[in-house]
């Protein structure tokens, strides 16, 4: 079983910056590809960032390309997200996802998520 906490959310103004991490534990993540989603109230679940297993290919979503960095440390099983230039919009509480083999954007072929942490951009 894989688990998955984040850290470093909170409260910040718009265009202020925040980094986010998550550590994985409970197996070996040899192929392990890493995402990043947010959900806002009232809103589905949507694809962030992704990176692969060995952190030679990144992903990111139109809304935060250029803002946004996703990147793996440790023995790869910590992935890091820097939140850049923030807006209101991008309040959600964000998840950290892991799934085996290639990468994808669909929230329905990740199999291990953390709980996720709330980020809030004030105007």
């Known amino acids: 079983q894989v688990q998955l906490v984040e850290s470093g959310g909170g409260l910040v103004q718009a265009g202020g910056s925040l980094r986010l991490s998550c550590a994985a534990s409970g197996r070996t993540f040899s192929n392990y590809v890493m995402a990043w989603f947010r959900q806002a109230p009232g809103k589905e679940r949507e694809f962030v960032a992704g990176?692969?297993?060995?952190?030679?290919?990144?992903y990111y979503a139109d809304s935060v390309k250029g803002r946004f960095t996703i990147s793996r440390s440790g023995d790869r099983d910590t992935v890091n997200l820097q939140l850049n230039s923030l807006k209101p919009e991008d309040t959600a509480v964000y998840h950290c996802?892991?799934?085996?083999?290639?990468?994808?954007?669909?929230?329905?072929?990740?199999?291990?998520w953390g709980r996720g942490i709330q980020v809030t951009v004030s105007s």
């Open positions: 990176i692969s297993w060995r952190g030679g290919s990144t």
């Open positions: 996802a892991a799934r085996y083999g290639s990468f994808s954007e669909v929230v329905g072929t990740y199999d291990s």
